[in-house]
């Protein structure tokens, strides 16, 4: 299927519920867009408006291609696996991640965590007692603030986070925000030659520093 509303004088709310490659082009002005299955990596560009495009299912390791394009665009996305691929997903201002009960979720590959780091305000949702957001947890990927300022805010997750930050993240322009109800959020820095400021962080438990050489 497939749909392009270029022409289209009023925002679109499109609602998908197929399961094969689902291919849309948004209009310039504040689109909707739900896509209801996501077993398939669908296409979709949302257009210039304020748009927000909302993956209702699990998107699990599907590689989805979703650009935001211009305006100030959210991405509302399930997260169901620790090898979430964002490599496609691009100019998001807004992420909306939600993190089921009992499940461990996230990025453990720098090759597809562009889409994460591009965004500026990151919201972890859901979760229970059991449930992780991860970002590393001993793989290579890694918090790098290429947004410029970013917030990562899991004030509404009821789980832990678990994130790395690379060297020269760890700066005035990132806020960290642990979980509402878990007691086990862990932040991981390796820290970069001089100061080391970040902007904010509250609700962590556990941080670890390191250094990025052995003669730092």
Not at 45 to 60: I, N
Not at 78 to 89: E, K, Q
């Amino acid at each position: 299927f497939s749909a392009d509303a270029t022409g289209t004088n009023a925002g679109v709310t499109f609602n998908l519920d197929g399961t094969a490659k689902q291919t849309i082009t948004g209009s310039a002005n504040a689109d909707t867009i739900n896509i209801n299955k996501t077993g398939a990596a669908h296409d979709v560009d949302a257009g210039s408006g304020d748009d927000t495009v909302d993956l209702k299912a699990a998107v699990g390791t599907t590689a989805i291609d979703v650009d935001g394009n211009a305006g100030t665009d959210t991405l509302k996305a399930i997260l169901n696996n620790t090898a979430t691929d964002f490599t496609a997903v691009s100019t998001f201002e807004n992420l909306e991640l939600t993190v089921g009960a009992g499940v461990s979720a996230g990025f453990d590959d720098s090759s597809e965590d562009g889409g994460l780091n591009a965004a500026s305000n990151i919201k972890i949702l859901g979760g229970d007692a059991d449930s992780t957001f991860i970002v590393g947890g001993g793989s290579n990927a890694v918090i790098d603030d290429a947004g410029s300022a970013q917030t990562i805010d899991a004030t509404g997750f009821s789980g832990d986070i678990d994130v790395d930050v690379a060297s020269g993240a760890f700066d005035s322009d990132l806020t960290i925000l642990g979980g509402a109800g878990g007691q086990g959020d862990k932040v991981h820095v390796t820290l970069a030659p001089g100061p080391n400021d970040v902007a904010k962080m509250e609700g962590i438990e556990t941080l670890t520093l390191a250094n990025a050489s052995a003669n730092s």
